[in-house]
């Protein structure tokens, strides 16, 4: 089974500054790579899948990055609904797993 | 318009069965696979299996193996998680959520929250 470990747990961030999240796999997943926001009481929502592509109505202020075992997340400029727990997950190899999250709060 | 629809919240005793449904509309529900993922209170998403309804293909995590049952019946659209013999430590929020066969999962469920007191 792919572990896949984000850091940090928590990132503390002004409104306005870039966040950067990071994802690691403990063996090579290629691209096959997505992120999601979950914000509390709701459902997760896709934000970027192929490691680099916005999902559709995704903004541009999110990006993501990597290949193989390292993977980023950046939020260029951070706005108020974007504070919430992101979550990485691989869909190379059976079973699919998940990071741990990354909870970004208001600094 | 896409949606996966969970059934209601559910409150059992240890030891009882359940069976929890995800019914799918605005697509075409038998070339998408349908996963189950777990969040227990406070905690992170784990990825517990997933099915094709198309064929029927089902692939669980180790971690769930054994202890939960993922079934489809395509004539109404609906995927199943089912347990034969609840726990406490079985007290979460399932989700259902869509995915292609190598893919994100771009619509999920608004989850369904199973409560097993101790």
């Known amino acids: 089974e792919i572990v896949m470990t984000q850091s940090p747990a928590t990132l503390s961030v002004s409104p306005g500054e870039r966040a950067t999240l990071s994802c690691r796999a403990s063996q090579s997943v290629t691209s096959n790579l997505a992120w999601y926001q979950q914000k509390r009481g709701q459902a997760p929502r896709l934000l970027i899948y192929?490691?680099?592509t916005r999902a559709t109505g995704i903004p541009a202020r999110f990006s993501g990055g990597g290949s193989g075992t390292e993977f980023t997340l950046t939020i260029s400029s951070l706005q108020s609904e974007d504070f919430a727990v992101y979550y990485c997950?691989?869909?190379?190899?059976?079973?699919?797993?998940f990071g741990q999250g990354t909870k970004v709060e208001i600094k | 318009e896409v949606q996966l629809v969970q059934s209601g919240a559910e409150v059992k005793t240890p030891g009882e069965s359940l069976k929890i449904s995800c019914k799918g509309s605005?697509?075409?529900?038998?070339?998408?696979?349908i996963a189950w993922v777990r969040q227990m209170p406070g905690r992170g998403l784990e990825w517990m299996g997933i099915?094709?309804?198309?064929?029927?293909?089902?692939r669980y995590s180790p971690s769930f193996q054994g202890q939960v049952t993922i079934s489809v019946d395509k004539s109404i659209s609906t995927a199943y998680l089912q347990w034969s013999s609840l726990q406490a430590s079985d007290s979460a929020i399932y989700y259902c959520?869509?995915?292609?066969?190598?893919?994100?999962?771009?619509?999920w469920g608004q989850g369904t929250l199973v409560t097993v007191p101790s």
């Open positions: 192929g490691a680099s």
């Open positions: 605005g697509y075409s529900f038998t070339t998408y696979w």
């Open positions: 959520a869509r995915c292609e066969s190598i893919s994100g999962f771009d619509y």
């Open positions: 099915i094709f309804p198309g064929d029927s293909d089902t």
């Open positions: 997950q691989q869909y190379n190899n059976w079973p699919r797993t």
